[in-house]
């Protein structure tokens, strides 16, 4: 192939690629000719991504004194994209622009790297499920795949590739992956009934006292009595369903599909509105999250974890995308007591939510 072999530490430096990133110039799909020697810049002790910047890119192949590498070389155009950990982001962000991807270049092979996903992706995550049921697919349409975890090397040698980025926000990305799925549902015919709401209950416990300094809570519990919430919610005429219970995500995604009303606290449980039908109605009971991130322009690190108090807009974009009414509810307390109370005395969120006479919502 006529490899150029070069010491990498002396010429990392100085042969770094320059890639003009501004917003003006921005291309979803940049392609990458040739062969690049790209360096792996995260921490062993971090859970982040394996990164392809132009500060840890090299064209040519810039020979490597370590056991720790991995070719990707042959003569195939490639398609790159690294998985988030996350069900909601792998299956609204990640799976859409692999979609997206696949849809611009059908004849490229398909490179998935889990490098975040870790050493957990064979067991049995919730948060995993969208994506395996995906490779699922994948097979059965005889997709040119191959899964890698580029975290585990130290260098690693490409060719001929687009790197798969961040679509922009708009409805296609919602449309993408309804229509992906779409072939897979079991009964496309019927009809949305189903008034649900997420239970979180089999997530509680999350506390993070220890590291979680200066927040207004410690926990991501987001409810102070889930039973009480579920409870609530089923006299108002829900199913109450828990996303873990799915005994597959083929049964998942065809339950939703039936769904008119989705409800949960604020979580990736309503990013499954984007497997109903458009135009049915999300309610999000809108509530402060306590998550891990990486301090101020450092990567995340697992041994110096730094939390922060967050609102995401996540699933009120997805009731954007996919046509959904939208309709939210403040829990800024995590209070069941207060959630109820404020709900009671206001006749028009109580008619708006309960579902025990339809008649009433004309929904």
Do not use: C
């Amino acid at each position: 192939m006529g490899f150029l072999r070069r010491n990498i530490a002396r010429i990392w430096k100085d042969a770094a690629i320059t890639i003009d990133l501004s917003d003006s110039d921005y291309d979803e799909l940049p392609f990458f000719e040739g062969i690049y020697t790209v360096r792996n810049i995260t921490p062993e002790t971090s859970d982040d991504l394996f990164y392809f910047f132009p500060e840890n890119m090299i064209p040519g192949y810039i020979y490597a004194d370590s056991e720790k590498t991995l070719e990707l070389i042959d003569n195939k155009n490639k398609l790159v994209i690294s998985m988030v950990n996350s069900f909601y982001h792998s299956i609204v962000d990640n799976i859409s622009e692999a979609i997206y991807a696949m849809t611009t270049y059908p004849d490229h092979k398909l490179i998935l790297d889990v490098s975040e996903m870790g050493d957990t992706l064979g067991d049995e995550k919730i948060y995993h499920n969208g994506f395996l049921y995906f490779l699922e697919i994948l097979e059965k349409r005889n997709v040119d795949y191959e899964i890698v975890s580029l975290k585990k090397y130290d260098i690693v040698y490409i060719n001929n590739f687009h790197l798969i980025r961040y679509v922009h926000e708009s409805k296609q990305k919602a449309n993408i992956v309804y229509e992906f799925f779409k072939p897979e549902f079991s009964n496309p015919d019927a009809k949305p009934t189903k008034n649900v709401f997420i239970s979180r209950a089999k997530t509680a416990g999350r506390d993070y006292s220890e590291f979680a300094q200066g927040l207004s809570y410690t926990n991501d519990d987001r409810i102070d009595d889930h039973e009480a919430l579920d409870n609530y919610f089923a006299s108002m005429g829900y199913e109450i369903v828990k996303t873990e219970d799915f005994r597959s995500f083929q049964e998942q995604m065809d339950y939703f599909y039936e769904a008119k009303v989705v409800a949960s606290l604020t979580g990736s449980g309503l990013a499954n509105a984007i497997f109903m039908r458009p135009g049915q109605t999300m309610i999000e009971i809108i509530t402060p999250l306590v998550v891990p991130v990486g301090r101020p322009m450092e990567k995340k690190d697992r041994t110096d974890p730094y939390f922060v108090q967050e609102l995401h807009n996540f699933y009120k974009n997805v009731a954007f995308f996919k046509d959904h009414t939208y309709f939210g509810i403040q829990n800024e307390t995590r209070s069941f007591e207060k959630l109820k109370n404020d709900i009671e005395q206001s006749s028009y969120i109580k008619n708006f939510l309960d579902r025990s006479n339809e008649s009433i919502n004309n929904i």
